[in-house]
């Protein structure tokens, strides 16, 4: 913001005239680029409030004509509250598991020369490119074989060791490869061990990069749909995004307005929070993004 | 645990921090540096072994165990595993749906890559203009990416029904729409604009990143040698950012193949297997029709994809990459 009005200052006025016309057709442009991005969330929200005979009505209405309640009513007769819980809970110990997995391996990567470390990070890499699809047979096959299909333990361990664990080590590692290692040599000089150092000295430091993990992991853990789709086969088990998809009629077909509730319900949150946080999420993201 | 393994190391950290002069102490002190090495060692394998065993468990496990189960037919409804060697990778050579399904999945990716970065570079450029009010914008561009896939997609599956709100305003102004996805060339269309939409932000926010690092005074020098905005943008921005474009691009065309909620929410793969991308038949083989090792190989071929795609990226990095660091 700052920098903007320090860019008006410096322009002289007959400039400044014709850079404000630019400028008008830029916000033009820009408030008709928005249209996509912000129009499902609108249209998603205002049918939830739609009785059913409305949702598919010609021509459509961009405001419910009778506003009714009747659609989250029908979103809580599934056991809503409980996935609600599931994905919270599940996403919650991912998070906290996969910062705790890929800040100490990220520093280990950065800082410490062990055997084998150079075949570790491979692996770690091959990982980072590896669709989910490619392995979900083996896995799906391990599982089953411990017999843990229709429990949660698949989605907790699966991202927490594998592939939010492998994303935050590689992010960790880009950030701790960046600190200078003078400000590690005081703590040594205080008589911190390498793991001290870690604790005492790097972590604090890297606070925003686990902010960015810690948001990649949540999301990719709430918004997961092919393991809970290949793991979970009861309702209470359920996650949001495959609960989303169970308001259906008998042949299959979505009940609009109710499927919109839950869906305004299961976003909402998130949306909330990233706009109080975005500029945690911004940067946090396109920081870890750059440095990869 | 950890702290008592450290314990020595930094005693022998302390000691070669002072100063030795003359240093008749030397064997001591190389022996005293060993026994720091040792429990360095230490510490960075038991840092690095939570993570390591997930890479063992959930990567190199199922990597090996695929390949072994693409060589045996097995239908775990009818009956287990048979070693059938090279069959199944026959099958996938003859097999119509893959054909289909690499077809698809060549589209889908070609498109959302193009039309991804295209777009990202678009919004990224005016974004970069020096006017109040875009950190709104940015905002707004960049919500989808934390907004729920599923919900995403179950929206825009609402809107693009035949009778729903996209074709609602459309015949409101006189324009018949299509049955967006249910023909072919619209559906696999459809998919790809909505994850456009959906994923767009991310890369918006990492081109412009990189463009707010272009030096100023280059685009100006280049201004007042007289070349055009065009000009400059070509031959002096678009190289500064192409290390982050490159990366963008590979991000995308890797995510871009393992592409499944949206198709399977959306079209389920169909009208006739125009929209039936890799991913989305691994799914069908292995748990619609329950072919583990049939669909094993169905995975070991879009692994050899993904690998084959990066692995191609980085080679080209040095022919069109200005400058990596």
């Known amino acids: 913001m700052k920098t903007e009005e320090q860019v008006l200052e410096r322009v002289p006025l007959a400039a400044r005239r014709s850079w404000k016309w630019s400028a008008i057709g830029i916000y033009a442009l820009m408030i008709v680029l928005t249209i996509p991005f912000l129009f499902p969330s609108w249209w998603m929200v205002t049918s939830s409030f739609k009785p059913l005979s409305q949702v598919l009505e010609f021509p459509p209405t961009l405001w419910p004509r009778d506003f009714t309640l009747d659609a989250y009513a029908a979103v809580f007769e599934q056991p809503f509250l409980l996935q609600y819980f599931n994905s919270l809970y599940i996403a919650a110990l991912v998070t906290v598991g996969t910062i705790a997995i890929s800040a100490m391996a990220g520093y280990a990567f950065a800082r410490i020369r062990f055997p084998g470390a150079n075949l570790i990070f491979l692996l770690i890499l091959v990982g980072l490119m590896l669709p989910g699809e490619v392995t979900i047979i083996p896995l799906f096959q391990l599982f089953n074989g411990l017999g843990l299909t229709n429990t949660h333990w698949p989605l907790i361990i699966m991202p927490m060791f594998g592939a939010s664990a492998v994303m935050g080590t590689f992010v960790m590692r880009q950030f701790f490869l960046g600190i200078p290692r003078e400000l590690e040599d005081a703590g040594f000089v205080d008589g911190l061990g390498r793991f001290g150092v870690f604790r005492k000295i790097a972590l604090p430091l890297a606070r925003p990069s686990l902010a960015a993990v810690a948001i990649l992991s949540f999301l990719s853990s709430w918004n997961a749909y092919l393991e809970p789709l290949v793991f979970l086969s009861s309702k209470d088990k359920f996650t949001l995004p495959l609960a989303l998809t169970q308001y259906t009629d008998a042949i299959g077909v979505p009940i609009w307005n109710v499927q919109q509730a839950a869906a305004t319900l299961t976003v909402l949150p998130v949306l909330l929070v990233f706009i109080f946080a975005q500029r945690h999420f911004v940067q946090g993201l396109s920081q870890s993004g750059i440095k990869g | ?325």
């Open chain 2, 1 to 325: 645990m950890t702290v008592q393994t450290v314990r020595p190391q930094a005693e022998g950290s302390a000691s070669v921090g002072a100063p030795l002069g003359g240093d008749p102490r030397g064997p001591r002190r190389s022996r005293m540096a060993s026994r720091m090495r040792r429990s360095e060692v230490r510490t960075g394998l038991l840092m690095v072994s939570p993570a390591l065993l997930g890479a063992i468990v959930f990567v190199a496990y199922p990597l090996i165990t695929l390949l072994w189960y693409s060589l045996q037919e097995w239908k775990p409804l009818a009956g287990g595993p048979v070693f059938t060697g090279l069959d199944n990778y026959e099958r996938l050579l003859s097999d119509p749906s893959v054909r289909d399904s690499l077809g698809a999945t060549a589209i889908f990716s070609t498109g959302l890559v193009v039309f991804n970065i295209g777009l990202a570079l678009f919004l990224a450029v005016l974004l970069n203009q020096k006017i109040r009010g875009m950190t709104a914008f940015r905002t707004i561009f960049f919500s989808p990416v934390v907004v729920s896939l599923v919900a995403w997609t179950l929206v825009w599956t609402f809107l693009l029904q035949n009778n729903g709100g996209i074709n609602g305003f459309l015949a409101a102004v006189g324009i018949d729409g299509p049955n967006w996805l249910r023909e072919p060339g619209w559906a696999m269309a459809s998919v790809i604009v909505v994850q456009v939409f959906k994923g767009v932000g991310l890369n918006m926010v990492l081109l412009l990143a990189a463009l707010q690092e272009v030096p100023e005074e280059l685009v100006e020098a280049s201004k007042i040698d007289g070349a055009t905005r065009a000009r400059t943008f070509r031959s002096i921005t678009l190289p500064l950012i192409s290390p982050t474009l490159l990366l963008v691009s590979i991000v995308t065309i890797i995510g871009s193949l393992q592409v499944f909620a949206q198709i399977r929410i959306m079209t389920e793969g169909g009208p006739s297997n125009s929209t039936n991308v890799l991913a989305m038949y691994l799914y069908q083989t292995a748990f619609e029709v329950k072919e583990f090792g049939y669909g094993s190989a169905v995975g070991v071929l879009l692994f050899v994809l993904v690998l084959g795609l990066t692995l191609l990226q980085w080679g080209a990095r040095k022919k069109w990459v200005h400058d990596e660091n």
